[in-house]
């Protein structure tokens, strides 16, 4: 079974310019979620997808940051314009719906210069 | 709200000396609870989970924690750890109402030869 696909693995940006990144899930889960984890910190959810609709966007700085999951499939996570403290390892990650378990992809880094 | 501590930021240990990462987390209703490790540049990977029932749980890679209700705590043990252990390990549990996961700050595996 594929696991969590994201692209790039690696970003490098000056700030205020935009980025965006991808995921694509495990097949069949219908939840998707996009973390932001700080150097030293552990995850912090941006964004919660159910199929194609959001479930939780409470901690997603929407002046800047966007997410979309058009089809309940693949999602991509937008930053326009990046700021310095935007630098992160960006994750993605899926599970069925109601399930009790969380699959991680590689994560993308970002660093905004 | 729900919290997780995870009580050492480090925790150096020599090669196959035994270990355990301490975690406690807030919460005094029903809860999932997870240990995932992370290896240098890559993603989030499951080592075990705590759904119910024995309050033992064995993971992968020889891992193992134990889930104590009374003390809200589920520190992860290894009796001998190996080189390849080196890693950040992070401690997360799930609001039961939406599956969401609430990190503890990680803890980094130092192995010393």
């Known amino acids: 079974e594929a696991g969590v696909a994201q692209s790039p693995r690696y970003k490098i940006i000056e700030k205020r310019q935009s980025v965006a990144f991808w995921c694509n899930p495990i097949?069949?889960?219908?939840?998707l979620y996009w973390y932001q984890q700080i150097l030293g910190q552990g995850p912090k959810l941006l964004i919660q997808?159910?199929?194609?609709?959001?479930?939780?966007d409470s901690q997603l700085p929407k002046d800047r940051f966007s997410a979309e999951r058009l089809k309940g499939v693949d999602s991509t996570l937008k930053i326009q314009p990046a700021k310095l403290e935007d630098s992160a390892v960006y994750l993605c990650?899926?599970?069925?719906?109601?399930?009790?378990?969380?699959?991680f992809g590689p994560g993308t880094r970002l660093t905004v210069l | 709200a729900q919290s997780v501590t995870q009580l050492d930021s480090q925790v150096p240990v020599f090669e196959e000396a035994p270990v355990e990462l301490r975690c406690n987390y807030s919460s005094s209703v029903s809860v999932y609870l997870f240990w995932y490790v992370q290896y240098p540049n890559q993603g989030l990977q499951l080592l075990l989970k705590y759904l119910s029932g024995s309050t033992l749980v064995k993971g992968i890679n020889g891992f193992e924690a134990e889930f104590n209700k009374s003390q809200t705590s589920f520190h992860l043990r290894k009796p001998s750890v190996h080189i390849s252990d080196t890693a950040e390990y992070f401690c997360a549990v799930s609001d039961l109402s939406n599956y969401q996961l609430i990190w503890g700050a990680g803890t980094k595996l130092i192995i010393k030869p």
């Open positions: 097949s069949g889960h219908a939840t």
């Open positions: 990650a899926s599970d069925l719906a109601g399930g009790d378990t969380q699959y």
């Open positions: 997808f159910q199929n194609n609709g959001v479930v939780d």
